[in-house]
């Protein structure tokens, strides 16, 4: 069954640290992967995406992205966070033909320290 | 880029009444359309896929009679909730799969709630 896991629910980190949001995914065929950022109370917006290609993917807001078949995994990192990146983040499997459908993780919240 | 909108916002409907939320793509044509469902501090849920000139596929253990969907144009799919009460109050979100590519775009979304 295709699944989505982000196992870390919340992260607090200092502003400047460097930050690395874990996603794992579970997909019978080319995963298509997504970091996606939601704010509280607003829509959904894209940091970054990986079709094929390069496996280090880089997004919008510094952000960056590194696709490992060998561990399904698709892990979200930025190297200084600022105070502005608080807010939650959905790692999601796309599929590409057939349904179209979009899973999602469960999401991880993040807390920046000033 | 591509641009989704929905429709309100926010509603606030009175138990037992039905409020409609509009989707539409702006700037591009999409065939399939799909709406979420995010209740606090949870992750989205897809409730169905909204398919131009065709029916809705729902996904399983949402009610079709209850979360009517129409997509009657490449731009537009909306849901109706019917006979809303409280415990429908939530976060829907909508999003749009661009007729050329695969990639979904996401609208704002809208809160409801139902008192």
């Known amino acids: 069954a295709q699944s989505v896991t982000q196992p870390d629910i919340h992260i607090t980190v200092s502003e400047g640290a460097s930050l690395e949001l874990r996603c794992n995914y579970s997909y019978g065929a080319t995963p298509y992967l997504f970091w996606y950022v939601q704010s509280p109370g607003q829509g959904l917006q894209l940091l970054l995406k990986?079709?094929?290609?390069?496996?280090l993917v880089q997004g919008i807001k510094g952000f960056e992205a590194e696709f490992k078949r060998s561990q399904s995994s698709f892990n979200l990192r930025k190297p200084s966070v600022h105070w502005s990146d608080a807010a939650e983040y959905f790692c999601?499997?796309?599929?590409?033909?057939?349904?179209?459908?979009?899973?999602f993780g469960t999401g991880t919240r993040l807390k920046v320290l000033a | 880029g591509a641009v989704v909108s929905q429709h309100p916002s926010w509603v606030i409907c009175k138990s037992g009444t039905s409020v409609k939320i509009e989707c539409r793509s702006l700037?591009?044509?999409?065939?399939?359309m799909f709406w979420y469902r995010q209740f606090p501090k949870q992750s989205l849920m897809l409730m169905a896929t909204?398919?131009?000139?065709?029916?809705?596929?729902?996904e399983q253990g949402v009610e079709k009679d209850k979360f009517l969907i129409n997509h009657a144009s490449l731009t537009l799919s909306t849901l109706t909730v019917t006979s809303a009460h409280p415990e429908d109050s939530s976060f829907y979100i909508c999003?749009?799969?661009?007729?050329?590519?695969?990639?979904?775009?996401f609208g704002p979304g809208t809160r409801l709630t139902v008192t």
């Open positions: 990986y079709f094929s290609g390069d496996t």
């Open positions: 999003s749009a799969r661009d007729i050329q590519s695969y990639e979904q775009y």
């Open positions: 700037d591009f044509q999409a065939t399939t």
């Open positions: 999601a499997v796309g599929a590409l033909g057939g349904t179209y459908k979009y899973i």
């Open positions: 909204s398919n131009e000139g065709s029916k809705a596929t729902y």
